[in-house]
């Protein structure tokens, strides 16, 4: 039924699906105009690219030249900028070290002055212990000069008291032995008087009456001159006693006064002696205080150097991390560098020519089935009919093989295929006829 309505609508020239051909022939019609718009697009963009892209390259080339330029200037700005510095940074350098140097002198002159100082000072102590020694020696020295004097003086006075006791002595000797002569001999006087005097009474008795009266007249003289005579000798003697009692006790004053004039000079001797012994140990004291003062004085001094060398070693290491630290402070020379290489030219883009797009294929719209589309399946048919054993029956009618309608064997694929494309031209043939 449907295959017969399609050889009608064939054979009638009657076609539903004019005006969708005509859409699509519109649409072919507006990609083929719209592709080569874009084609033509294409084309101006390729070549403005390539242009734009020389002026790109050309500026960018003259851009990196002109900041090359500049950047070498500002290179050598910086670099005069930082040698700048760097002088400045040397000139504070030297000029520290140069302080760093007047600060050492001026702490080493300060210590060296509080040396001289106390030097000066030390100098003034030892003279004024000197004065005080020399004072000490003169006023002890005046001292044992004064006891001397005076020891001598009072040796002189002991001296002139001995000689007084010596001549006292001497002369009470000679007074009481001159006493004594005078007693004696005034004894003897009278003695050798009253003997004359008794020889004068003895011889008027013997002239006298003779008898017991003359002789108791010479008896009577007798023992009258006797008894004078015996008064006299016992006088003498008695005189004799005294004067050597008195010359006794003479003695004995003048040896206690002796002895104790010698008592007063050896007194005086070890008062002599002890001034001297005062004066030399006053003298010593004094002398080893001065020397205990010098030692003191000296330990002072030297304590003072050793401290003063060490102050400098403390000033040397000072200004040691003074100028370490203005040698940190100092900037480091400045190297020249090189300029940046120059620019180069870019190298050029490689572009690639934009393809020429087809015009699309514009789908077909849905149709009503006619010519080719219908006739299909009456060649499927056919074609089922013509390789099945129906075909094989009318193959043999024919006088042929059998088999198929196209035969057996090998020659049914190359009978096949001929077949096929006879049915395939007709059908083209068909089909343009129906869209025309």
């Known amino acids: 039924m449907a295959i017969g309505e399609t050889i009608g609508r064939v054979l009638s020239g009657d076609d539903p699906n004019k005006e969708q051909r005509a859409v699509e022939r519109e649409a072919r019609k507006a990609a083929k105009k719209q592709t080569n718009a874009t084609n033509r697009y294409n084309r101006n963009v390729y070549k403005t690219d390539k242009k734009n892209e020389e002026v790109f390259r050309e500026y960018a080339y003259d851009t990196a030249i002109t900041n090359w330029e500049y950047g070498k200037q500002i290179q050598d700005y910086q670099y005069a900028q930082s040698l700048a510095a760097y002088e400045k940074s040397a000139s504070i350098y030297e000029s520290q070290l140069g302080y760093n140097e007047q600060a050492v002198s001026l702490a080493i002159g300060d210590n060296e002055a509080a040396l001289q100082d106390l030097a000066l000072q030390q100098a003034f102590q030892r003279e004024a212990m000197h004065s005080d020694l020399m004072n000490e020696m003169q006023t002890e020295g005046l001292n044992l000069l004064t006891s001397v004097k005076s020891a001598g003086i009072s040796k002189l006075e002991q001296g002139v008291k001995l000689a007084g006791i010596k001549s006292g002595r001497r002369f009470g000797n000679e007074s009481i032995q001159q006493n004594l002569n005078e007693i004696t001999r005034q004894n003897t006087f009278e003695k050798e008087a009253k003997f004359v005097e008794g020889l004068q009474k003895s011889g008027k008795a013997a002239l006298g009456q003779s008898g017991v009266s003359r002789a108791k007249t010479l008896q009577s003289t007798a023992s009258e001159s006797f008894r004078e005579l015996t008064a006299l000798s016992s006088s003498l003697s008695g005189s004799r006693k005294k004067a050597a009692i008195d010359l006794l006790k003479l003695n004995v004053d003048s040896s206690l006064a002796e002895t104790q004039v010698?008592?007063?000079?050896?007194?005086?001797?070890?008062?002599?002696?002890?001034?001297?012994?005062?004066?030399?140990?006053?003298?010593?004291?004094?002398?080893?205080?001065?020397?205990?003062?010098?030692?003191?004085?000296?330990?002072?001094?030297?304590?003072?150097?050793?401290?003063?060398?060490?102050?400098?070693?403390?000033?040397?290491?000072?200004?040691?991390?003074?100028?370490?630290?203005?040698?940190?402070?100092?900037?480091?020379f400045p190297e020249e560098l090189d300029y940046a290489p120059e620019p180069q030219m870019q190298p050029k883009r490689r572009f690639v020519e934009p393809e020429e797009l087809d015009i699309p294929i514009i789908p077909k719209g849905p149709r009503v089935a006619t010519g080719?589309?219908?006739?299909?399946?009456?060649?499927?048919?056919?074609?089922?009919?013509?390789?099945?054993?129906?075909?094989?029956?009318?193959?043999?009618?024919?006088?042929?093989?059998?088999?198929?309608?196209?035969?057996?064997?090998?020659?049914?694929?190359?009978?096949?295929?001929s077949n096929l494309n006879l049915i395939g031209q007709n059908l083209g043939t068909l089909g343009n006829v129906l869209r025309n």
């Open 372 to 417: 080719v589309e219908a006739a299909a399946p009456i060649a499927l048919t056919v074609a089922g009919l013509a390789l099945g054993p129906a075909g094989g029956a009318l193959n043999s009618v024919l006088g042929g093989a059998g088999g198929t309608l196209f035969g057996t064997g090998a020659a049914v694929a190359g009978n096949l295929t």
């Open 262 to 332: 010698g008592l007063n000079l050896d007194r005086l001797a070890l008062d002599i002696e002890s001034a001297k012994n005062k004066y030399e140990l006053a003298i010593n004291i004094a002398q080893d205080e001065v020397k205990y003062n010098n030692k003191i004085l000296g330990a002072n001094m030297q304590s003072a150097i050793n401290q003063m060398g060490r102050n400098i070693q403390q000033i040397e290491l000072q200004k040691m991390q003074a100028d370490m630290q203005a040698e940190a402070n100092l900037n480091l």
